[in-house]
């Protein structure tokens, strides 16, 4: 028999118009046991450092102990751009895995086990980082994992689950760390920067922008003594969401400040650019650099460190790359000690994922909307940057080759004239400049169809791979490598690349 309520209206009639406010109320009710399990979130704290000790952590003067061969230094700087950067990053990282070379004596050598350094910015800090932690297991998880996972997609149905709501609308826990918090679920399952210390591998070095100042924030140790903080607890997802950590989209992720309170001593080479009045010449852009690092050993007044996408500051990871060049330049110049005095070959391998899709704005007579305007604006100066950054590292490699053949064939007139005997004194190491970017493919369909896609944390299948294989055709077609194999006497070895453990070296008698 059907029931009615006092309305008139039968009992299932009133369930069915109930169920609507019943799930609201079940929502809340779960938002609510979820803020009382959660509580107040915080974020996670850097933990301070009690000592300063620049012969431990994860910093280059105790990797390079590990170098396969310290007479030569190859770099690989990965840029930003999202997935489109992490998968373009990746390719470079399948194709020296996948070729191997055989230097003069016949002894073959991965290219990959050559590297000693990799720096990352934004969306290439996914691709440095998740090698730095697992290796040769990286080309097993990553493609499935993250380059093929739509990131950008359950990053914003996170945030619009009621569940996180609590903690997003908490004091200490925002959208950078849920970011982190996925980051680690999908790629780095909770390892932090000590975990790197045990691996054989490159040192990598992950970089964000310090809202403040516009500075570079590196994510190694030496950058953490300044701030007295203990990088070996630092989860690597933190890294790579601030790293990527884009202005507006997503918060800043905050550091606190230590500095001054753990009796860090400045490094003598440091004290020779910044304590002096009259510092070696050239290295003006270098020493900025310095003085704004050493700005964070005051911790008293800089107590927060607020961290944005690293591609504000440096969109190509190069920044750190040049400084230290100019300063190998200029110590070199006043007869000191060159930071790296035994490398003989430094390789830079740029993996540059810049794109600028084409637009119409010139022939409509209606100008661009304020969205266009705003992503243009900040775009521009960072492409511009992009491109002289790598155009710096060119001139610095062929002027150093100039001034090298000018001593050699005239000594005496250098020491008899006044300043060019000085100016002179470059160091011996011959630098590589190898630009891999979407404009050297010979293939214009292939360039435009990269070249259009966008900058975001999910892209089809076919556009990963798309941008792995167009990776390697552009690094083995690029003149400057083919340099490196011809003058190292290196010839790329046909049928299949040795395992991990070969041990031999690009290394020309």
């Not at 998880?141 to 993250?146: A, I, Q, T, V």
């Not at 637009?359 to 992503?375: C, E, F, T, Y």
């Not at 400049?433 to 089809?460: G, H």
């Amino acid at each position: 028999m059907m029931q009615f309520d006092k309305s008139g209206r039968s009992a299932s009639v009133a369930r069915t118009a109930a169920t609507p406010i019943r799930r609201l109320a079940g929502v809340w009710l779960l938002a609510v046991c979820a803020s009382m399990v959660s509580g107040c979130a915080t974020r996670p704290v850097n933990p301070p450092l009690a000592q300063a000790d620049a012969r431990v952590g994860y910093r280059f003067e105790t990797r390079r102990v590990a170098l396969r061969n310290p007479e030569n230094l190859v770099v690989l700087a990965f840029s930003g751009g999202g997935t489109r950067a992490a998968a373009f990053s990746y390719g470079v990282l399948e194709y020296l895995r996948n070729t191997t070379v055989t230097n003069r004596d016949g002894a073959p050598v991965r290219l990959l086990d050559e590297v000693a350094v990799i720096t990352g910015v934004s969306g290439g800090s996914f691709t440095a980082l998740a090698y730095g932690l697992h290796g040769e297991r990286l080309f097993d998880l990553y493609e499935d994992r993250f380059l093929k996972r739509n990131v950008q997609g359950v990053l914003a149905s996170r945030a619009l689950n009621p569940t996180y709501w609590p903690r997003l609308l908490s004091s200490g826990w925002d959208r950078s760390e849920l970011a982190a918090e996925l980051y680690d679920e999908i790629l780095f399952q909770g390892a932090t920067f000590g975990d790197l210390l045990d691996r054989r591998g490159p040192l990598i070095l992950a970089s964000a922008t310090d809202l403040s100042s516009g500075a570079r924030f590196v994510f190694h140790q030496h950058t953490f003594d300044l701030i007295c903080s203990d990088l070996s607890q630092v989860r690597l997802s933190r890294a790579a969401a601030a790293s990527s950590a884009v202005p507006v989209l997503l918060s800043p992720v905050t550091l606190d400040n230590y500095g001054g309170t753990c009796n860090r001593r400045r490094p003598d080479w440091v004290e020779r650019f910044i304590g002096q009045a009259d510092p070696p010449r050239p290295a003006a852009r270098a020493i900025r650099a310095l003085r704004a690092q050493e700005a964070y050993g005051d911790g008293a007044a800089r107590p927060f460190l607020h961290l944005v996408d690293g591609g504000v500051s440096d969109n190509l990871g190069m920044r750190g790359v040049l400084d230290v060049l100019e300063l190998m330049e200029a110590l070199q110049s006043q007869d000191g000690d060159p930071l790296l005095d035994q490398v003989r070959r430094i390789v830079v391998i740029v993996v540059n994922s810049l794109s600028v899709p084409p637009n119409d704005w010139d022939q409509r007579a209606r100008a661009p909307g304020a969205i266009d305007v705003l992503l243009r604006s900040a775009g521009v100066p960072i492409d511009h940057h992009s491109y002289e950054a790598v155009e710096l590292l060119k001139d610095t490699a062929a002027r150093w080759r100039t001034l090298r053949r000018l001593a050699a064939q005239d000594a005496s007139m250098l020491q008899s004239t006044e300043g060019l005997a000085y100016s002179s004194r470059v160091p011996q190491a011959d630098l590589y400049a190898i630009d891999v970017s979407f404009p050297a493919l010979e293939d214009y369909a292939e360039f435009a169809y990269l070249n259009s896609l966008p900058t975001s944390f999910t892209l089809p299948p076919e556009a990963v791979d798309r941008l792995r294989a167009a990776a390697g055709r552009i690094l083995q077609a690029s003149p400057e490598f083919q340099r490196l194999l011809k003058d190292t006497g290196a010839r790329i070895a046909p049928g299949e690349s040795p395992g991990p453990g070969a041990a031999s070296r690009l290394d020309a008698k």
